[in-house]
């Protein structure tokens, strides 16, 4: 019976990290979604702080939800969220880093020919 009861908890932990991944995707997405859509609006102040309210009420809400009786939840749940949150900020590094060096690759190339 143990046994079972032990599986239950990791089980109920690892769909609590799911579920905190899934709320620092919509964050996330919402918030590069937000920063390009920043380029084209006339009202830069105002999509920003809707964007910000309804992405935190969302994450809010959801970690509500999450938590249920048990703080480990809680725990679990924050670190699915900064999970995505490092995977994010890693990936948005290398792209900015292979951008830059594919921009200098070219700079080489063209002095090459001059």
């Known amino acids: 019976m143990e046994n079972l009861l032990v599986g239950n908890i990791f089980v109920e932990l690892a769909l609590v990290l799911l579920a905190g991944a899934l709320l620092g995707i919509l964050f996330f997405a919402g918030l590069w979604w937000t920063v390009n859509q920043l380029q084209s609006s006339q009202h830069v102040a105002l999509l920003f702080i809707i964007s910000l309210l309804v992405r935190s009420t969302i994450v809010i809400a959801g970690f509500y939800f999450i938590i249920g009786k048990d703080w ?9 969220f900064m999970l995505v949150r490092l995977i994010t900020t890693r990936y948005i590094q290398l792209k900015q880093h292979t951008h830059s060096l594919n921009n200098d690759l070219i700079l080489d190339t063209e002095e090459d020919v001059l």
């Open 72 to 80: 480990h939840n809680l725990l679990a749940g924050l670190f699915g």
